[in-house]
């Protein structure tokens, strides 16, 4: 018989969880208006609500800790991690921000100017805010099947290059860069295959454009090619990333996500100009350039993590359990975004409370809804974190409205993903007596979702 498959790691640190009574979380909600940002996490059971910096460090990335570097200029720190950077990217130029919108702004700040036109895969919300913000445009250019959430597909993060190279044409001038992001988070943690990189950089060399990555999950991203793509299947992750990377010129990083640090992050590039530009914007926002916004220990830990999680064992047991807990949606027919992703499951909101109407916010309906079942606290990608059109302000429904359930690293058991599992049975299986959703009491300008104030209908 063949053993079955179980984690890579074995555990040495735990920290208690509270779980709690329903009446207990309704006051809570209310006090929080109804938006999940605003509760305390003693108040939360199982926290889904990102991936982001929410993962177990390894022993090797807690020892490195104690010995790093906290001088001001030239920390040993600092070169061990842009030496790690170098190996995994081969990017030469290495800028430490202290997370991945930090990298946002500092390179933004270089190089979107207004009026500018930022075609790519579903730009994440700081992205896009750091876009618009500057009264630039974000232009979604993600393949159209991303839509349909119950069409399987293996890559379908994909950016559509006919819509690239349409944009390419209309805006040519105003336009400094082409973004993708891998995984693409808003579209469920879906990957980019290789060939689609390789795709829209011979599409970004015939307009003379260059082309970053948002590289957050850039390493789950590599485990979908090893594992779906042809050609790829005897390649390590280290190799298929040293590829991903040649398809661009720089990359924006969160070091929250995949190189499995509480908080971090840098750019990294080949483009001189794009490096000593942001030397000056990173220096004035984040630190001097040997730092920026990190201490010596936090550079010690991302270059031992994003090392460690290049390694096929740490994300195949990653990715396992994200396909375990699908199987137990599956098994209780609750519809998400399929296949499931690198970090998250997305559950088609829409799908689920049917007689919700979109007005009244069906995702962010159903997160409230989860966290009273069970305090499982997940995250609306949906309407809310849409925000307005900046030029018609109304608000965004065209596209899909999720209830992500984001799986920290390292964080939870399978017994957790039951757990999750049954909660969301238990709203399913009452779906048809839920018939109204939110509505908003105020909300800010930009990114609302994060200080959004709902009511209940
Ligand atoms: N890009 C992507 C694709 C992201 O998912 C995130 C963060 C960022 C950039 C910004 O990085 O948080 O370090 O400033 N995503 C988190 C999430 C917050 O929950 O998906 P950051």
């Known amino acids: ?13 735990i920290e208690p969880i509270r779980k709690s009574a329903r009446s207990e979380r309704e006051q809570w909600l209310k006090e929080a208006h109804y938006n999940v940002f605003h509760l305390k996490a003693e108040q939360v059971y199982i926290d889904l609500i990102t991936d982001s910096g929410t993962g177990a460090m390894s022993d090797r990335q807690w020892a490195s800790m104690m010995i790093g570097d906290e001088s001001y200029a030239g920390a040993t720190s600092f070169f061990k991690m842009k030496e790690t950077i170098n190996k995994i990217t081969g990017f030469k130029y290495v ?3 202290h997370q991945g919108r930090a990298a946002e702004n500092v390179l933004f700040s270089c190089i979107v ?10 730009h994440f919300d700081t992205t896009k805010g750091h876009i618009e913000s500057r009264k630039a445009f974000a232009v979604d250019c993600t393949i159209d099947e991303a839509r349909d959430t119950q069409l399987e597909l293996p890559f379908k993060g994909n950016v559509d290059i006919q819509k690239l190279e349409k ?7 105003k336009i400094p860069f082409i973004i993708v992001t891998i995984t693409n988070n808003t579209a469920g943690g879906q990957p ?12 970004a060399k015939k307009y003379n454009k260059p082309v970053l990555f948002d590289s957050a999950r850039f390493a789950e991203n590599a485990y979908f090619i090893k594992v779906r793509e042809k050609g790829y299947a005897d390649k390590t992750i280290k190799e298929i990333c040293r590829e991903m990377f040649t398809y661009a010129d720089g990359m924006t990083m969160s070091a929250k996500k995949d190189a499995i640090v509480n908080m971090g992050g840098f750019i990294a ?6 490096y000593e530009q942001s030397k000056v914007k990173g220096i004035a926002f984040e630190g001097y350039i040997t730092y920026g916004g990190m201490n010596g220990r936090d550079m010690n830990a991302l270059a031992t993590g994003l090392d ?3 390694e096929f064992e740490n994300l195949e047991t990653r990715i396992k359990q994200i396909e375990y807990l699908a199987a137990r949606l599956d098994e209780f027919q609750i519809p998400y975004q ?15 409370l049917t007689h919700v109407p979109k007005e009244e916010f069906p995702a962010q309906t159903l997160t409230v809804e989860v966290y009273l079942e069970a305090g499982i606290r997940g995250c609306e990608i949906g309407y809310l974190l849409a925000d307005r059109d900046p030029l018609t302000r109304e608000n965004r429904f065209e596209g899909n409205d999720f209830l992500r359930l984001a799986i920290p690293r390292r964080t939870y058991t399978n017994n957790h993903m039951d757990v999750i599992a049954v909660a969301l049975k238990n709203v399913f299986d009452r779906r048809n007596s839920i018939t109204r959703g939110m509505a908003i009491e105020w909300e800010a300008e930009l990114m609302r979702h994060f200080t959004v104030k709902l009511k209940r209908l």
Do not use: C
């Not at 984690?7 to 640190?13: A, G, N, P, Q, T």
């Not at 100017?113 to 579903?122: A, F, H, Q, T």
């Not at 944009?167 to 001038?173: D, Q, R, W």
């Open 1 to 13: 018989m063949d053993l079955p498959f179980a984690e890579s790691w074995k555990i040495k640190m």
């Open 95 to 97: 800028l430490p921000t």
């Open 113 to 122: 100017k207004e009026g500018d036109y930022v075609p790519g895969n579903s």
């Open 167 to 173: 944009v390419l044409i209309e805006h040519n001038a």
């Open 192 to 203: 980019v295959s290789m060939q689609n990189l390789r795709e829209v950089n011979q599409l």
């Open 269 to 274: 590039t080949n483009i001189e100009d794009w």
């Open 308 to 310: 460690e999680n290049t």
């Open 338 to 352: 399929r296949p499931a992703g690198g970090h998250a499951i997305f559950v088609d909101a829409p799908k689920v």
